[in-house]
């Protein structure tokens, strides 16, 4: 848990911070995902416009058929009332893992009008194809995807015993994916204040 949220002050204005959820996708057996996830909420935390949650798939049990259940119930209450996401995937055969799909799917104008980020890992391509497939994805819930990504190629030989990582490219990536992040979610909320998304 991020402990409890105060009011800040971004680009001049007292604000409540941002509802962000941290959804990790990957719900295999030996997974890495953890390291990868856990490694990004350290810096989320860090960041002054998050309350920072982890919604970990591997918890969660969604109904495979979408059927409504109380589990799907809490997920989609879950997902309503955050403001903004990203998405810890690895690649599996050039995609994303099925898990990530079905929560996806399992809601729909609880995503709406809302930013989300995705830090992705694998081998060679460092989970890029997974993440390109997933704006496609996203887009049809009327999600908005932030431009900066972050990728760990090879991932497990990226981080050391501490779960940290010497990976430049991520650490600079990671801040920039978390302002831009932060800029969509002010924006969002401002516009859902002056009238309803017309989705």
Do not use: C
Request: hydrophobic share 45%; no cysteine; net charge negative.
């Amino acid at each position: 848990m991020s402990g409890v949220a105060h009011p800040v002050v971004r680009w001049g204005v007292v604000t409540e911070p941002i509802r962000l959820e941290v959804i990790v996708g990957s719900v295999r057996e030996g997974r890495f995902a953890p390291v990868v996830a856990e490694w990004f909420v350290r810096r989320a935390r860090h960041h002054p416009a998050f309350d920072t949650e982890v919604l970990d798939l591997a918890d969660v049990e969604l109904p495979h058929d979408l059927s409504a259940t109380a589990e799907s119930d809490r997920f989609r209450e879950r997902i309503a009332s955050a403001e903004a996401f990203v998405m810890v995937t690895p690649e599996y055969n050039h995609g994303y893992p099925a898990a990530l799909k079905n929560a996806v799917d399992s809601a729909k104008q609880e995503w709406r009008a809302k930013p989300v980020g995705f830090v992705s890992y694998g081998g060679l391509s460092g989970g890029l194809r997974a993440t390109e497939q997933l704006r496609q994805v996203v887009a049809e819930v009327h999600m908005v995807t932030v431009r900066q990504t972050v990728s760990f190629h090879q991932a497990r030989k990226r981080f050391g015993p501490d779960g940290e990582t010497e990976d430049g490219a991520a650490i600079d990536g990671a801040a920039r994916l978390l302002d831009q992040l932060a800029w969509w979610a002010d924006a969002a909320r401002s516009a859902r204040a002056a009238r309803p998304y017309p989705g």
